[in-house]
């Protein structure tokens, strides 16, 4: 995996230290990040506009995208290695939240069906999500949660 500098670098994004630091934190994450989580995760003095600022920035680029779990709350997903910022930018992969822990994860690897859209309709997103339980919780169930 590339640095968050080079990662910012190839997405032609201006490289500074929060930046670096918030891409990291997706970088290390394999589920999506809402924007709290991602304050919380960078600890005090974190200054939350910025922190908006910096996850607007990245989607504009192509480099997370945006999901909606379940409760409404926007979460952000670092793109796969495969997704490339083209004109249209599209993340039709299947997101899937898990009912214990809440993380939302991207199944990439999901097919999903082809959509016969009418004519006059131009479809420019798809947000299909499944919810369920996760691998970890599974593997790791807790005590008095079901």
């Known amino acids: 995996m590339m640095t968050p500098a080079k990662t910012l670098a ?10 670096e630091r918030i ?3 997706f970088q290390d994450c394999s589920f999506a990040l809402s ?21 607007n920035t990245f989607v504009e680029h192509g480099l ?23 004109e249209v930018h599209h993340h039709d992969h299947l997101h899937f939240q898990c009912k214990k822990c809440g993380h939302t994860f991207c199944l990439e690897k999901v097919t999903l069906p082809s959509l016969n859209i009418p004519d006059g309709f131009q479809l420019e997103e798809i947000n299909i999500r499944a919810e369920g339980i996760c691998e970890d919780c ?9």
């Open 23 to 25: 891409l990291g934190l």
């Open 64 to 86: 997370i995208h945006k999901v909606v779990d379940g409760q409404g709350v926007t979460n952000f997903a670092l793109c796969q290695s495969n997704c490339r910022h083209q």
């Open 35 to 55: 924007h709290s989580e991602v304050l919380n995760r960078l600890g005090e003095g974190a200054d939350r506009v910025t922190v908006y600022r910096t996850l």
């Open 138 to 146: 599974r593997e790791n169930p807790l005590p008095g949660i079901s």
């Open 10 to 19: 190839k997405y032609r994004i201006r490289s500074t230290e929060i930046r």
